[in-house]
């Protein structure tokens, strides 16, 4: 049985359909990717498994257990996590409070953040694992807000790892970054993926080809293709789009 699996999902707003019977199942250990043209549900998609948004109809699994619906917070608390397109950061905290915040004990706790860490010595020495994980040693005193946008990418999979999630979903990691900041990136999500199940949309095609172990393809709201990269190089449809000669 897949890790997580979603069956049947149909979304529609108003009168517009985005989603129309999708079905995706990504198994543990493996780093899944969602590719599409721009447009295409992809990032619909990644909210309704997420539980941003409630499906119309369908099931989404995690582990056996059904979590259609349930509200982020509670995906959270079963071991799901994600980073966002648009980054979510405390830009005045710096980056071991913002990853502090996001500890499971914190969260628990819900005291404030600066003296939970400062008097905590075990909150602060997780805190900086988690930030030398993510390549962002020395860096943990720095306000977020003064991080490069590359470092800024960094910490919010950082802050995403902090909940210990048993399943991170990955959105849009390389958008804004230039080539050496997605060639570092590259490196850590590579080194992420030997402990942690990923799911990850992107739309650079050589970045997730050089990463991902098995690719959906989403477009006009439905799954038209799915395999290894090497199987999708060879797939018709998308050797004749554009998406095939950017994979």
Same mark, same amino acid.
């Given at each position: 049985?897949?890790? #997580?699996?979603?069956?049947?999902?149909?979304?529609? #707003?108003?009168?517009?359909?985005?989603?129309?019977? &999708?079905?995706?199942? *990504?198994?543990?250990?493996?780093?899944?990717?969602?590719?599409?043209?721009?447009?295409?549900?992809?990032?619909?998609?990644?909210?309704?498994?997420?539980?941003?948004?409630?499906?119309?109809?369908?099931?989404?699994?995690?582990?056996?257990?059904?979590?259609?619906?349930?509200?982020?917070?509670?995906?959270?608390?079963?071991?799901?996590?994600?980073?966002?397109?648009?980054? @979510?950061? *405390?830009?005045?905290?710096?980056?071991?409070?913002?990853?502090?915040?996001?500890?499971?004990?914190?969260?628990?706790?819900?005291?404030?953040?600066?003296?939970?860490?400062?008097?905590?010595?075990?909150? %602060?020495?997780?805190?900086?694992? &988690?930030?030398?994980?993510?390549?962002?040693?020395?860096?943990?005193?720095?306000?977020?807000?003064?991080?490069?946008?590359?470092?800024?990418?960094?910490?919010?999979? $950082?802050?995403?790892?902090?909940?210990?999630?048993?399943?991170? *979903?990955?959105?849009?990691?390389?958008?804004?970054? $230039?080539?050496?900041?997605?060639?570092?990136?590259?490196?850590?999500?590579?080194?992420?993926?030997? @402990?942690?199940?990923?799911?990850?949309?992107?739309?650079?095609?050589? #970045?997730? *080809?050089?990463?991902?172990?098995?690719?959906?393809?989403?477009?006009?709201?439905?799954?038209?293709?799915?395999?290894?990269?090497?199987?999708? %190089?060879?797939?018709?449809?998308?050797?004749?789009?554009?998406?095939?000669?950017?994979?």
């Amino acid at each position: 049985m897949a890790l #997580f699996e979603a069956r049947s999902l149909h979304k529609r #707003f108003g009168d517009q359909v985005v989603l129309e019977e &999708i079905n995706l199942s *990504f198994e543990a250990g493996q780093l899944s990717g969602i590719m599409g043209p721009n447009g295409a549900g992809k990032t619909t998609c990644f909210n309704v498994l997420t539980g941003r948004y409630k499906p119309n109809r369908g099931t989404v699994t995690f582990d056996g257990q059904d979590i259609t619906g349930l509200a982020p917070h509670r995906i959270v608390a079963r071991g799901i996590s994600r980073s966002f397109q648009i980054m @979510n950061l *405390f830009d005045e905290y710096c980056a071991l409070d913002n990853v502090a915040i996001a500890l499971p004990e914190v969260r628990a706790r819900g005291f404030a953040v600066t003296h939970a860490i400062d008097a905590n010595t075990e909150i %602060r020495d997780r805190a900086a694992s &988690i930030l030398e994980r993510v390549g962002l040693r020395g860096r943990e005193r720095v306000n977020a807000r003064s991080l490069s946008y590359g470092e800024r990418r960094a910490l919010e999979i $950082g802050v995403a790892l902090a909940t210990e999630p048993r399943l991170l *979903f990955v959105d849009e990691p390389t958008a804004g970054l $230039g080539t050496s900041a997605t060639a570092r990136l590259a490196e850590l999500i590579q080194e992420l993926k030997r @402990n942690t199940t990923i799911v990850m949309i992107e739309h650079d095609m050589r #970045f997730l *080809f050089g990463l991902a172990d098995r690719i959906s393809v989403i477009h006009w709201g439905q799954v038209i293709a799915e395999g290894t990269p090497d199987e999708l %190089r060879e797939n018709p449809w998308v050797q004749r789009s554009n998406l095939g000669a950017l994979a």
